[in-house]
């Protein structure tokens, strides 16, 4: 018997499956969607499908909800434009925002929570300072994590608005300095796209590197059936022709992320039945099969399932960050400040 999280991949990958779907499984169908943040991409990918009535009342409102969310993200973005602007930087957006404001067929259903933006590191003091004036502050105060993020992260402590509560992840890079690969950040920037109303984007080669790098190579997958689907449909709109392919290869050898592209393309063809080069070799790794294992790791609740591969995969993201020593001071840190938090409950 196929499992409803199969079935929501099977959709996706294939909406003329829906007429094959009892009312009994739509629930279980729903319950995964949204819980992997993907309900109102289902929703779009079955526009103009028969569905039953509840379930076409359900991507109604999916479609209404993310509508608002999307327009929340275009007003967050021009807000960081707007503190920036006096600073001659434009912020290069990253993630969701990139595909909303570029008009990118991954925007489409696309739930869009925190606003990422990538900046050169060499002006990541002014532009903290130009965003703390115009009224965001620091989620986490704590001194060890405030030092942990500036020495050691990708981006600052994470920020939200006193007023409007959006939030802003400010990069300098796409993967943490501790971890092995080391992508070259100031040559992403270099090449970014301008589009328009003091915006940019990363390239297209670049903008699959760092969707690879966040999915693979940063993290523990969880949501990462979105991060998937958006890894398809960007490698859908940009590499149309072998030679795009070998182009997103070069590219991803600069960056030290070849790896990451690859695995992550091999599992986007295998679910989403995105194009495969067929110079980039056939052979399955083990790694990839227990990734595969773990995207689908969902009941019919939406619940999470296989809790020893998802630890094993959350102990390898943390791994793939820092070298052991260091992983084991923070992790007992953070156990021991957990510790004293409850205690003081």
């Known amino acids: 018997m196929t499992r409803p999280v199969e079935q929501l991949v099977t959709l996706l990958r294939n909406p003329t499956k829906a007429s094959e779907i009892s009312g009994n499984q739509w629930t279980d169908i729903l319950c995964v969607a949204r819980a992997e943040l993907l309900l109102a991409t289902l929703a779009e990918r079955l526009k103009g499908k028969i569905v039953p009535e509840a379930v076409a009342q359900i991507f109604a409102d999916a479609r209404t909800e993310c509508a608002a969310i999307q327009q929340k993200a275009r007003w967050e973005a021009q807000c960081a434009v707007t503190a920036l602007a006096p600073l001659g930087i434009p912020p290069i957006l990253l993630k969701g925002a990139a595909y909303l404001s570029s008009g990118l067929d991954a925007a489409k259903g696309r739930h869009i929570g925190d606003l990422d933006i990538l900046v050169p590191r060499d002006r990541l003091d002014h532009v903290e300072a130009a965003l703390l004036e115009n009224g965001w502050e620091w989620v986490k105060e704590d001194p060890y994590d405030q030092a942990y993020y500036r020495q050691w992260m990708h981006e600052l402590p994470p920020l939200i608005h006193r007023d409007r509560d959006g939030m802003i992840d400010v990069h300098h890079t796409i993967l943490p300095l501790t971890a092995k690969p080391r992508p070259d950040a100031e040559a992403m920037i270099e090449r970014a796209d301008d589009i328009g109303d003091g915006l940019k984007v990363l390239d297209p080669h670049d903008m699959l590197c760092h969707c690879a790098a966040h999915?693979?190579?940063?993290?523990?997958?969880?949501?990462?059936?979105?991060?998937?689907?958006?890894?398809?449909?960007?490698?859908?709109?940009?590499?149309?022709?072998?030679?795009?392919?070998?182009?997103?290869?070069?590219?991803?050898?600069?960056?030290?992320?070849?790896?990451?592209?690859?695995?992550?393309?091999?599992?986007?063809?295998?679910l989403y039945g995105t194009a495969w080069p067929q110079d980039w070799g056939a052979k399955w790794s083990w790694r990839e099969a227990l990734f595969r294992r773990r995207l689908l790791a969902r009941n019919g609740w939406g619940q999470e399932t296989h809790p020893p591969l998802r630890f094993a995969i959350y102990i390898r993201s943390h791994w793939l960050r820092m070298p052991p020593f260091m992983l084991a001071r923070h992790l007992w840190i953070k156990w021991r400040k957990g510790a004293d938090a409850e205690r003081s409950i």
Do not use: K, Y
């Open 215 to 270: 999915f693979l190579a940063d993290g523990d997958m969880a949501g990462g059936l979105r991060n998937l689907w958006d890894f398809h449909l960007l490698v859908s709109e940009f590499c149309t022709s072998e030679r795009s392919f070998g182009e997103l290869r070069e590219r991803a050898q600069s960056h030290d992320l070849w790896p990451a592209i690859r695995g992550t393309l091999r599992l986007a063809h295998d």
